[in-house]
């Protein structure tokens, strides 16, 4: 999110979102930001989009509020998202209170199909201890981190582990702040599950990040397409066709009417997408 000032321009985060959870309004602003992002997911769904996650952030405040969950479910169930696609992001600073009230809502929310991820890891002072405690799924590295000044023998050293540990966590690592090849070869090197930064893409509009989902979509069925056995081919073919004669108006026309996304359990890629675009 970011504040179109009439005087100041664009301003960051940063710039008031410290403001907004002194006086409570992040609380609004968290919950206005979720149902914008499930009505984008929705909206990718219903055109036939392999939709990716959306990570969004979760102030300290909802954890002491006793109907969190039920709101949360509420808005993602409202737009029929699978909860998988919403990751919760949580910054460190939020668990110095309460920690037995946040690992039971954090393991509620798992068990419904929600992900948590750490956010700005290696930013303060208890992110061992809050690793340790807290059932995370992902855990992301703070851009400081992994600068070109830290990054030294000792540097990479912190890395390299931080990495492997999370990994025997069964956690995945995403590395924030990545702004030249040399770092993004080099944490790939330590294991790094993903990066991000501006050395692939600054933050975009919704438009432009679409075009950027539909290119990255239709590169996706290609390479599964390619890498397909023999057998695998046929059996989407033999799906899309059998589904073809099933369904009044055609395939394309009922996925566009239905308005559900079928996934691949394993894969995570959509067999009839393929299965359309292999016959078209």
Same mark, same amino acid.
């Given at each position: 999110?970011?504040?179109? =000032?009439?005087?100041?321009?664009?301003?960051?985060?940063?710039?008031?979102? *410290? #403001?907004?959870?002194?006086?409570?309004? !992040?609380? +609004?602003?968290?919950?206005? !930001?979720?149902?914008?992002?499930?009505?984008?997911?929705?909206?990718?769904?219903?055109?036939?989009?392999?939709?990716?996650?959306?990570?969004?952030?979760?102030?300290?405040?909802?954890?002491?509020?006793?109907?969190?969950?039920?709101?949360? /479910?509420?808005?993602?169930?409202?737009? =029929?998202? *699978?909860? =998988?696609?919403?990751?919760?992001?949580? /910054?460190?600073? @939020?668990?110095?209170?309460?920690?037995?009230?946040?690992?039971?809502?954090?393991?509620?929310?798992?068990? &419904?199909?929600?992900?948590?991820?750490?956010? $700005?890891?290696?930013?303060?002072?208890?992110?061992?201890?809050? #690793? +340790?405690?807290? *059932?995370?799924?992902?855990?992301?590295? $703070? +851009?400081?981190?992994?600068?070109?000044?830290?990054?030294?023998?000792?540097?990479?050293?912190? @890395?390299?582990?931080?990495?492997?540990? @999370?990994?025997?966590? $069964?956690?995945?690592?995403?590395?924030?702040?990545?702004?030249?090849?040399?770092?993004? $070869?080099?944490?790939? @090197? %330590?294991?790094?599950?993903?990066?991000?930064?501006?050395?692939?893409?600054?933050? %975009?509009?919704?438009?432009?990040?679409?075009?950027?989902?539909?290119?990255?979509?239709? /590169?996706?069925?290609?390479?599964?397409? &390619?890498?397909?056995?023999?057998?695998?081919?046929?059996?989407?073919?033999?799906?899309?066709?059998?589904?073809?004669?099933?369904?009044?108006?055609?395939?394309?026309?009922?996925?566009?009417?239905? &308005?559900?996304?079928?996934?691949?359990?394993?894969?995570?890629?959509?067999?009839? +997408?393929?299965?359309?675009?292999?016959?078209?």
């Amino acid at each position: 999110v970011r504040w179109k =000032h009439p005087q100041e321009g664009i301003l960051p985060p940063s710039i008031f979102i *410290p #403001l907004f959870e002194r006086i409570g309004f !992040i609380v +609004r602003l968290d919950e206005y !930001i979720w149902e914008s992002t499930c009505k984008l997911i929705r909206s990718w769904i219903d055109k036939g989009y392999q939709p990716v996650p959306i990570s969004v952030n979760v102030s300290r405040i909802h954890f002491s509020e006793n109907n969190f969950e039920e709101k949360l /479910t509420a808005i993602t169930n409202k737009y =029929h998202i *699978p909860h =998988h696609l919403i990751e919760l992001e949580i /910054t460190e600073s @939020a668990y110095y209170e309460n920690e037995k009230e946040i690992i039971n809502v954090m393991k509620n929310l798992q068990r &419904k199909g929600f992900f948590f991820s750490m956010d $700005d890891f290696g930013s303060g002072y208890s992110s061992l201890g809050t #690793l +340790r405690l807290l *059932p995370f799924n992902i855990v992301k590295l $703070d +851009r400081s981190f992994i600068s070109d000044e830290i990054l030294d023998n000792r540097g990479k050293i912190v @890395a390299r582990n931080t990495v492997n540990m @999370a990994h025997e966590l $069964d956690m995945h690592i995403i590395a924030e702040g990545v702004e030249t090849k040399e770092q993004s $070869d080099m944490l790939k @090197a %330590m294991g790094c599950d993903i990066v991000q930064g501006f050395y692939y893409a600054k933050p %975009m509009p919704e438009h432009e990040f679409l075009d950027l989902l539909k290119e990255t979509n239709q /590169t996706e069925i290609i390479e599964k397409y &390619k890498n397909s056995k023999e057998e695998e081919k046929k059996g989407f073919i033999e799906q899309f066709n059998s589904l073809e004669k099933a369904t009044p108006g055609g395939i394309k026309d009922y996925l566009k009417r239905a &308005k559900i996304l079928l996934e691949d359990s394993k894969n995570n890629v959509n067999p009839l +997408r393929l299965a359309i675009f292999i016959n078209s």
